[in-house]
């Protein structure tokens, strides 16, 4: 069965790193486009990075653009998120999503398998 296990999370300081992982399991990872979302509590779950197939695409929310990096290796069926400059509000659960549609990345409804989260929490 598809499976998806997100790591890495943890605390860090205004201005740290951070950088998670999503190991896939149980699909041909290189067949499907990937994303990364993040959800605070009492906000709803929100697009952060998207990657296609081979890595040559790669998009990102504005809030992240320049501090985050969304990268994959299709050898090793993991997906990264390097988080750079994080801020107190990048704090939130991150999931990373399995992408089904061939629409839009940002849009939580194109994607059909989830990890279960991990938590990033920067201090101020």
């Known amino acids: 069965q598809v499976q998806l296990l997100e790591s890495g999370g943890g605390l860090v300081q205004a201005g740290g790193s951070l950088r998670l992982s999503c190991a896939a399991s149980g699909y041909t990872f290189s067949d499907y486009a990937m994303g990364w979302f993040r959800q605070a509590p009492g906000k709803d779950r929100e697009f952060v990075a998207g990657?296609?197939?081979?890595?040559?695409?790669?998009y990102y929310a504005d809030s992240v653009k320049g501090r985050f990096t969304i990268s994959r290796d299709n050898a090793k069926n993991t997906m990264y998120l390097e988080m750079n400059n994080l801020k107190p509000e990048d704090t939130a659960n991150f999931y990373c999503a399995r992408k089904a549609s061939r629409y839009g990345f940002r849009d939580k409804q194109n994607y059909d398998y989830w990890g279960q989260g991990t938590q990033v929490t920067v201090s101020s």
């Open positions: 990657i296609n197939w081979s890595g040559g695409g790669t």
